[in-house]
């Protein structure tokens, strides 16, 4: 079974991932490259960042960068230079895990099951 | 005080000497408080003791058994709880320091069940923040700092029921509550070599309880043996209706497993871990053989169904825990958390669609059905409990545990119990643990499952060399 980016402590980045990923644009490029010293993101954690966005395709890419840009809209005031750059990596890190969710194919009338349901036999057949 | 043979003894036999007035409750509750506030707090295993509430409850036991009147083979026997469960007149912290000062005027309702059944608390038991529920990378993720491995203290419990695992492993108490709404009792259970068990959802009320993912948090306990999570779940299942994911008491009360003595069929499961280590393999697969000659099993090799179970269900666990902690990722307080990963997680759940949501929910339904033919052809699925032994205390973990961990996603998902027990020791002489997976209320059946291999070996009499 393929390795998913998704884990008992990361389920929290899979549910991100699920809507985007972030081009690296010219502007965050620029802040980053003027950022250096602390709190600000390592060389490493942003070519983490840019390698997971490389592997998009550039609608995924979109997604990661849509989402990214919704959470430093609402909340970029408070996160320092390498939270976000965290936060650009960690979305494109589990944009691929979203997307084979979204491919799994389904009929019509199948129902979300919200809720587990226990049925008189247990649940078995 | 107490010898530690005493102090490691199962609640199957505390209770009988509690009963038969050999041992006093509260020189049992006195000698775990004492061991507790001592090798518990080099452990990082507690975040309150509550010991005037524990000595208050082991008096009130030991007059009533002296008068005749025993509740049961809980009374007396002194337990702890996880920190996310509300408890009256101490704080409830959630394992996370914007919770630090929190308090509830009631108790959880596995507590007053417990209270009920005249067992004491001696405290709070330490936690992964929030549950991990925003997401973690280290094992210091919690107010308390990393739970330390009583095997080998460089190493980590596992989380998040992460004092839970220490308190068992280093008899700090007969027994612990935890919680999983994603591995957090399995993995404690495997990695301190204590038996954990996850009960079928909605079997055991969370009324009072932190919550994390509406539709997949469970209480369980952590014990020494499979004999005695049977006899904890026994006392604290049950409907509530203050739980709306509460099962009919028909269906959620636990008659236990003593009736389950019949043949059972066990499907090993071939596509679970990729890759387990090396030391991890020689335990399981001495297991294996231990099973195999165990003549009311059958034993075949099983495929679990492929999919996209794990993406799934981590989307409905953002998704129901970034409504959870809403309050708490709108104001920023959740940037105070301990993790890097946990400061942010919380932003990006938020950002899931409804759609990536609702879909996550209509490929549950999907798996639920494919689990169910599962289970027609066999009773129980077994597995190491992890590929892996251990992690040290400064792993970063997104390296060390990313491996994929199918039948946990799935049991979580559907709501399956299941129960860790030890099954051997690994390279840095730290427990492996064994895993049983049961169907929808077959509860019964993977503790009989578990209670037959701990009656053919005895990794779980096996206790750590603590001071």
New interface residues.
């Given amino acids: 079974?393929?390795?998913?980016?998704?884990?008992?402590?990361?389920?929290?980045?899979?549910?991100?991932?699920?809507?985007?990923t972030a081009l690296i644009n010219p502007v965050q490029a620029l802040e980053q490259a003027q950022n250096a010293g602390s709190g600000q993101p390592s060389n490493s954690l942003e070519q983490k960042a840019q390698a997971a966005m490389a592997k998009l395709s550039p609608a995924a890419q979109a997604e990661v960068q849509s989402?990214a840009d919704?959470?430093l809209r609402?909340?970029g005031n408070?996160?320092s230079s390498e939270?976000k750059t965290?936060?650009r990596r960690?979305?494109a890190e589990t944009q691929d895990?979203?997307e084979?969710?979204?491919?799994?194919v389904?009929e019509n009338g199948?129902?979300?099951?919200?809720?587990?349901?226990?049925r008189a036999d247990?649940?078995?057949? | 005080m107490l010898s530690d043979d005493i102090l490691f003894l199962p609640v199957t036999e505390l209770s009988r000497r509690v009963r038969s007035r050999q041992i006093s409750p509260v020189e049992l509750a006195q000698s775990y408080l004492e061991r507790s506030r001592t090798i518990g707090q080099r452990l990082n295993a507690y975040v309150t003791l509550t010991e005037e509430l524990a000595l208050q409850q082991a008096r009130a036991a030991e007059k009533e058994i002296a008068a005749g009147k025993y509740r049961g083979p809980l009374h007396g026997i002194p337990y702890a709880a996880k920190d996310l469960l509300a408890l009256k007149g101490y704080p409830t912290t959630w394992g996370a320091r914007p919770y630090a000062n929190q308090g509830f005027d009631y108790d959880a309702t596995v507590i007053q069940k417990l209270n009920a059944a005249g067992a004491v608390l001696i405290g709070k038991a330490a936690m992964i923040e929030l549950a991990g529920g925003m997401g973690y990378r280290f094992a210091s993720a919690s107010a308390t700092g990393p739970a330390k491995n009583p095997w080998n203290t460089n190493c980590w419990t596992c989380g998040s029921s992460s004092g839970s695992g220490a308190i068992m492993a280093a008899g700090l108490a007969a027994f612990a509550l935890g919680t999983e709404t994603w591995g957090s009792i399995i993995c404690p259970s495997g990695f301190s070599g204590v038996s954990g068990l996850r009960p079928t959802f909605g079997r055991v009320s969370r009324y009072g309880a932190m919550a994390l993912a509406y539709s997949m948090d469970k209480i369980g306990p952590l014990c020494r043996t499979a004999e005695d999570c049977d006899l904890v779940l026994q006392t604290i299942s049950g409907h509530d209706a203050r739980d709306l994911g509460s099962l009919p008491d028909a269906a959620a009360r636990y008659a236990g497993s003593a009736r389950a003595n019949g043949a059972l069929r066990l499907g090993w499961m071939t596509n679970q871990w990729t890759k387990p280590s090396p030391d991890v393999e020689q335990a399981v697969s001495a297991a294996r053989k231990v099973l195999e000659a165990e003549h009311s099993f059958t034993i075949k090799e099983i495929k679990l169904p492929e999919g996209p179970w794990e993406v799934a269900a981590g989307v409905v666990v953002s998704v129901e825990g970034a409504s959870a902690f809403r309050s708490l990722i709108d104001s920023g307080r959740v940037l105070e958390l301990n993790d890097p990963l946990g400061k942010i997680g919380g932003f990006m759940n938020q950002e899931i669609s409804a759609s990536d949501f609702l879909l996550a929910q209509r490929i549950r339904g999907i798996l639920q059905k494919k689990m169910a033919e599962l289970f027609a052809q066999v009773d129980v699925l077994v597995a190491a409990s992890l590929p892996v032994t251990a992690t040290t205390l400064d792993t970063n973990l997104d390296d060390a545990l990313s491996f994929s961990d199918p039948i946990g996603g799935i049991g979580n998902f559907c709501g399956l119990p299941a129960i860790s027990v030890p099954c051997g020791f690994g390279h840095q002489g730290t427990p492996v643990g064994l895993q049983f997976v049961g169907a929808p209320l077959g509860d019964a059946k993977i503790v009989q499952a578990a209670r037959l291999f701990q009656s053919r070996t005895n990794w779980h009499t096996r206790r750590p060399k603590v001071t």
């Fill in positions: 079974m393929a390795k998913v980016s998704v884990d008992r402590r990361r389920f929290t980045l899979g549910a991100a991932a699920a809507a985007a989402k919704s959470i609402k909340y408070k996160l939270q965290d936060i960690a979305l895990g979203l084979k969710m979204r491919a799994f389904l199948d129902q979300p099951a919200t809720v587990l349901k226990i247990g649940g078995r057949k």
